[in-house]
């Protein structure tokens, strides 16, 4: 007697961006077109999150001054200009076709914590985490270099700005 085969239900997911996580990502995207780069990078990212007032806030309450920001959007500079000299981009394709592999493996870590945070958009701060856990990374160093490799602090200067109001959900007097 055969055995009937179970189906397995699986679980779809429909994950999205917040509204400052679509923003970011999109200037990104502009960036790359802008500087005519084959790959949109995580350098790509934190300098668009270097242009965004909210990260910079979260920056500045983690100890970051000013002068330090002018400093990482510098060597964020030095570095897509490298990339600039590499890999230009041709005349029939545009950036948002080419994610490279550390760009995809962030996004993918990204998605991975609005799953499991039972979310359906990725925001900053899931952005910002991932960046931080990627290896070999000129924008982990920089944005990691820049709170003396206080990863949490940062992390929770990230949260305090882009999403206040979850912070306190589950508190209560």
């Known amino acids: 007697m055969a055995k ?6 699986k679980q779809e997911y429909n994950i999205g961006y917040d509204e400052h996580a679509w923003r970011i990502f999109n ?11 084959e790959f ?4 790509h990212l934190l300098m668009a999150m270097m242009n965004d007032r909210a990260f910079v806030t979260a920056l500045n309450d983690a100890g970051v001054d ?10 964020l500079t030095t570095v897509l200009d490298e990339l600039l000299k590499c890999d230009t981009l041709g005349d029939t394709r545009t950036p948002e076709d080419n994610l490279s592999q550390q760009l995809m493996e962030l996004t993918v870590d990204a998605i991975q914590q609005a799953i499991e945070s039972d979310r359906d958009a ?9 960046m931080l856990k990627l290896e ?11 709170v003396n490799d206080d990863e949490l602090l ?6 305090d700005v882009y999403e206040p109001d979850d ?3 589950d508190v209560t007097l």
Not at 4 to 9: A, P, V
Not at 27 to 37: H, M, P, S, V
Not at 66 to 75: S, Y
Request: hydrophobic share 50%.
């Open 154 to 159: 940062l992390m929770a200067c990230v949260i």
């Open 122 to 130: 990725i925001s900053v701060p899931m952005l910002v985490m991932a």
């Open 40 to 43: 949109i990078t995580p350098e």
């Open 167 to 169: 912070i306190n959900d």
């Open 27 to 37: 200037d990104a995207i502009k960036l790359a077109f802008t500087l005519r780069n």
């Open 66 to 75: 000013m002068e330090t920001i002018a400093d990482m959007k510098q060597m």
């Open 4 to 9: 009937k085969k179970r189906k397995i239900k």
């Open 136 to 146: 070999e990374s000129w924008a982990r160093n920089i944005l990691s270099g820049a």
